[in-house]
């Protein structure tokens, strides 16, 4: 598969996550940010949009930001990272840094070769592709983050039981 290959289907990614949730905002991350930006406006034009549901798009450089996390300013919706070529300390910062700060959801986009699977699970990403055998021949990895279903609230964390009443006097603490 050539460059251009994966770069087209990292685009279609990218827009198939806008179309499902109905992105305002959306921040694309990657070393060739202008054809990525390009390419996803190009493909969001296509699509039957109101004016007013066209989403937002910021694009940046992808080592320039790993470099320097000042150019990260606001919060999107939607922050993509594409196919990073950064070293796995840099990449790690630089996702803790986007999902912590600056977006709703993070969706990253990786070959397969440079990022374990492990790394993302510490993460908090969860692999998105449910049939390995679909992204295979690309050589991406998908994995997402979304802060709304990070962690489900255990059903003894409520107002009734935040004292564990049902505790008291059988324990001296």
């Known amino acids: 598969m050539t460059e ?19 992105t305002p905002s959306v921040l ?25 549901q066209l989403p937002g798009l ?36 630089l996702l803790a840094r986007v999902r912590d700060l600056h977006a709703d959801r993070v969706l990253h986009i990786d070959n397969t070769t ?9 993460l908090g990403f969860s692999k998105l592709s449910a049939d390995d055998n679909l992204f295979a021949d690309s050589g991406f990895s998908i994995f997402g983050f979304d802060i709304r279903t990070y962690k489900s609230v255990p059903n003894w964390l409520n107002a009734r039981h935040w004292a564990n009443p049902e505790l008291w006097g059988k324990h001296r603490w």
């Open 28 to 52: 694309l991350l990657s070393d060739s940010c202008d054809e990525v930006q390009s390419a996803v406006q190009r493909g969001l034009d296509a699509l039957p949009w109101e004016s007013s």
């Open 58 to 93: 910021v694009s940046l450089r992808l080592s320039d930001v790993a470099h320097d996390l000042s150019l990260l300013q606001g919060r999107w919706s939607l922050a993509c990272v594409i196919d990073p070529k950064l070293d796995t300390q840099v990449l790690t910062r």
């Open 4 to 22: 251009d290959d994966r770069q087209q289907l990292a685009v279609e990614l990218v827009l198939s996550h806008i179309r499902i949730e109905q």
């Open 114 to 122: 440079g990022w374990p699977l492990a790394s993302s699970l510490a």
